[in-house]
């Protein structure tokens, strides 16, 4: 697989949210087979781990999102569950990094306490879909600052795009939006 292919034409915004996603529907999705692997492993420019399954695609059809496993093949504990592979998107969520929106972000954590009980439940949920995958982690760690800080807005993107279960992701989305992309980012057809 190779990066950034040539497209006659890009879309204004590759990444939608899906109205489908849901946890059950993160859940029912099938580990993804070598070629599609490789096309992880472009998108993220390192081998995929954690068994992927595709979660959500973007508008040329590739993986946006992925589910992985809570222990990786060696039974080294993983507690992020589901990981951005769309490179324009994880461009710009990296924008929203740099520019400090995890300031704001955690600063109406203290001061929103319907947010922040929002924040919390979906952490909750979070684990608990990650513990039905593949039994708790110890101390059952939150990610990305879950449930009291916000550290990694990816990974709230990516659980929120996944299960539509993320008040920090849906801001990331949102904030983040819309996501254009001149061309696939994987030459699924080359060698």
Not at 146 to 163: D, E, G, Q, S, Y
Request: net charge negative.
């Amino acid at each position: 697989m190779t990066a950034h292919a040539g497209s006659p034409r890009g879309l204004a915004d590759a990444v939608q949210r899906d109205p489908r996603a849901s946890y059950q529907r993160a859940a029912d999705a099938e580990p993804v087979g070598a070629r599609e692997a490789a096309v992880i492993s472009a998108q993220l420019g390192r081998p995929a781990r954690g068994g992927p399954a595709v979660v959500h695609r973007c508008g040329f059809g590739l993986p946006t999102v992925v589910r992985v496993e809570p222990r990786l093949e060696d039974g080294t504990p993983f507690p992020t569950t589901f990981w951005l592979t769309c490179p324009a998107l994880r461009s710009r969520v990296g924008t929203l990094e740099a520019d400090h929106a995890m300031v704001g972000l955690n600063q109406r954590l203290a001061d929103d306490p319907q947010f922040a009980e929002a924040y919390a439940a979906a952490h909750d949920r979070y684990v608990a879909f990650r513990d039905d995958l593949g039994g708790s982690l110890a101390g059952d760690p939150g990610v990305g600052g879950m449930p009291r800080h916000i550290k990694c807005l990816h990974v709230h993107a990516a659980h929120h795009l996944a299960t539509g279960d993320n008040p920090v992701g849906a801001w990331t989305v949102d904030a983040a939006s819309p996501v254009p992309c001149p061309a696939p980012c994987v030459d699924v057809d080359a060698p």
